[in-house]
């Protein structure tokens, strides 16, 4: 079946501008998360959406980063004026539910350049 | 400061042997730790998992031991095979309803073969 997917792979974008990362779960799979993952670095999280619960926000390291979950499916995260300590990897996963013992299934990422 | 420590970045070994990877934690409440693989370019593959109220679970070629007292697991892969060559994250979901994930920064594996 398929997996989690995201788009674009690959993003290079100028310090300032703003963009867009998209994320379509697994069908059916109800929790969605948010990590990114810098060279040489493990993954940070950044956000997580379940159902139709306030997403825990917690993660995201300034007000320049948001994300929407829309219809409890696909999943954008947006940067605004994008620096270039945010060139990282930006991975999205999906489960079943926010639940301790629920495996979390990563999708390929975006590699997301800022110059 | 970091939660989750993965020491060695890196990591090789002959085929056929076994190959140990270690990860530390910080906080004692943390009860469910897993580890994930990663090749390039792909997504982190989930591998295998451990709850605090075990020490040790095995799936085939991997077991994953905890030492809840050092605060200390360990990913076993006996024998290693050339297609185990991957980096290996150690992650926990913390000790309290959140299910977000922490994780170590990985140790990348080599099997020679």
């Known amino acids: 079946g398929a997996g989690v997917s995201q788009s674009p792979s690959n993003k290079v974008t100028e310090k300032g501008k703003d963009v867009e990362l998209r994320c379509d779960p697994i069908?059916?799979?109800?929790?969605l998360y948010w990590y990114r993952q810098s060279l040489g670095q493990g993954l940070e999280f950044l956000i997580y959406?379940?159902?139709?619960?306030?997403?825990?926000k917690s993660g995201l390291p300034s007000d320049r980063f948001s994300a929407e979950r829309t219809g409890g499916s696909v999943s954008t995260l947006t940067i605004q004026r994008t620096q270039q300590e945010d060139s990282a990897v930006y991975l999205c996963?999906?489960?079943?539910?926010?639940?301790?013992?629920?495996?979390?299934?990563f999708g390929p990422g975006t590699r997301l350049t800022v110059l | 400061d970091q939660q989750v420590k993965q020491n060695s970045p890196s990591l090789s070994v002959q085929e056929g042997r076994i190959s140990i990877l270690n990860c530390d934690y910080t906080n004692s409440m943390f009860d469910y730790f897993l580890w994930y693989k990663k090749y390039p370019a792909e997504g982190p593959t989930f591998l295998i998992s451990?709850?605090?109220?075990?020490d040790k679970n095995e799936d085939g070629r991997f077991t994953v031991f905890l030492n809840k007292s050092a605060k200390h697991l360990s990913l076993h892969i006996v024998p290693s095979q050339p297609g185990d060559s991957a980096v290996y994250f150690c992650a926990t979901t913390g000790g309290g309803s959140q299910g977000n994930l922490i994780f170590g920064k990985g140790t990348k594996l080599s099997v020679k073969p």
């Open positions: 959406f379940q159902g139709n619960s306030a997403p825990d």
């Open positions: 069908s059916g799979h109800t929790a």
């Open positions: 996963a999906s489960s079943l539910a926010v639940r301790v013992y629920n495996e979390q299934f």
């Open positions: 451990i709850s605090s109220i075990k």
